[in-house]
């Protein structure tokens, strides 16, 4: 039997992540944890979350977890969610914190004054609701899911990578942004499948069967 981690380090809603992947994960056991030993015997790890980056990095170093995430991210199917992503970066502008490392580059808040649709109408800031992602390139997440397809994103900062390749997909809110992060056993994705409907639980059905 296949065995899910949900990291819960004290940040967000995670029950509605949970519920999403024991909807498509058959025999798997899917549970939400804050143990790292529970973390590190998992076949497969998920890493979501909401709130401010600051709080959620320190809510994780005070539960001990930030080794395990990082030890999870070398080796195992590996699915950032939101603030799950965006912890996975150098840095954030969101209260000046330094994130994992584990991919280059930064986390940025989105620029006022390029919050302009294509009408001349202020673009309010968090991004909330409905966008479409744009695949770059195939990738075994985005099985069944037709690019352009729509997800449901709540975020006012979104990462910049240091090295474009790992840029899974990208949306465009004002200015283009990158929504998903992909390498070897990474993904990673600013949207929130567990809310985003039939393509969300698509997303979450090819996590569980990916084998990278």
Known sequence: MTDVAVIDY??????????????????????????PDVVMRADRVVFPGQGA????????????LHQAVVAAAAQKPFLGICIGQQMLFDHSQEGDVTGLGIFAGQVRRFPDDKMIDA???????????????????????????????????VHSYYVDPEDPAVTAAHTDYGLRFTSAVARDNIFAVQFHPEKSARAGLQLLTNFMHWNP
């Open 10 to 35: 004290g940040m967000g809603n995670l029950r509605s992540v949970e519920k999403a992947i024991e909807h498509v994960a058959g025999s798997a056991k899917v549970r939400v944890t804050d143990d």
């Open 53 to 64: 980056m600051p709080d959620c990095m320190a809510e994780m170093e005070a539960r001990g």
């Open 119 to 153: 009408a001349g109408l202020r673009l309010k800031v968090p991004h909330m609701g409905w966008n479409e992602v744009w695949h770059h390139g195939e990738h075994p997440l985005w099985r069944d899911i037709p690019d352009g397809d729509r997800f449901y994103f």
